[in-house]
Structures are given as structure tokens and as C-alpha cells.
Nanobody, 125 residues
Framework: QVQAVESGGGLVQPGGSLTLSCTPS????????MGWFRQSPTKGREAVAC????????YYSNSAKGRFTVSKDTAANTLYLQMNDLKPEDSATYYC??????????????????WGRGTQVIVSS
């Protein structure tokens, strides 16, 4: 069963920006911690940015800090990832983790099995 629907990916030049969106299926964004993970053919799935259910705690990977911002809109029931100054190494399929078990400034642990199908980001000139 699809747990969420991601959108917003595409082809962008280095230095450009994209905003990804995630709409969970069957629950609200304030019900639990959520996050964004990415995976490429040569890299395993890694956490990029996560946010607690009350939006009081966030996690960012070292590569995402200063460039990406995770947020959520309760009214729209949507999780967002704003990505600025994109680099070729950001190219990957980005997945929405609709259930994150543990979150902290240096920790984001997903509940595996609660993913969307992903949206592909390609950063290339």
C-alpha cells in the first residue's frame, strides 16, 4: 500500500532550487515524526532532513545543512523539503518517510516500510 505521494522532483542545473512535497496517505503530518531520505544507484538510502511531529526538532545531514529546509503545513497535510544551491551530488531519488521512530539534531531513524514511491532529482548542466 502506498504510504505517501511525493512530488516536485525534476531536472535542474547546479545552483538551482527545487521544493519537494509529500502528502501522507491515511494520516496527518502532525501524527508522528517524518523525514526525507534519498537513494542513488551507488549509495544506500540516507537521511537528508527530518522533523518532529510537533515541529520542535529537526535533523539535517551535513550536506544538507545551510542549503535545505524541512517544514510541514498542517492545513495542507503536506511535508516539504526546500532545496537550494543544488549540486550534482544531490542527484538521487528522494523518499518521504512518513514514520520516523527517533529524531534528534544528529539522528533520524525511519520506521522501514512506511515510504512513498519517491521523486527523482537530477542536478546536471
Amino acid at each position: 500500500q502506498v504510504q505517501a505521494v511525493e512530488s516536485g522532483g525534476g531536472l535542474v542545473q547546479p545552483g538551482g532550487s527545487l521544493t519537494l512535497s509529500c502528502t501522507p496517505s491515511g494520516w496527518n503530518v502532525d501524527d508522528h515524526h517524518m523525514g526525507w531520505f534519498r537513494q542513488s544507484p551507488t549509495k544506500g538510502r540516507e537521511a537528508v532532513a527530518c522533523i518532529s511531529f510537533l515541529a520542535g526538532t529537526t535533523y539535517y545531514s551535513n550536506s544538507a545543512k545551510g542549503r535545505f529546509t524541512v517544514s510541514k503545513d498542517t492545513a495542507a497535510n503536506t511535508l516539504y523539503l526546500q532545496m537550494n544551491d543544488l549540486k550534482p551530488e544531490d542527484s538521487a531519488t528522494y523518499y518521504c518517510a512518513v514514520r520516523v521512530l527517533r529524531i534528534g539534531p544528529t539522528l533520524c531513524e525511519p520506521d522501514n516500510g512506511y515510504w512513498g514511491r519517491g521523486t527523482q532529482v537530477i542536478v546536471s548542466s
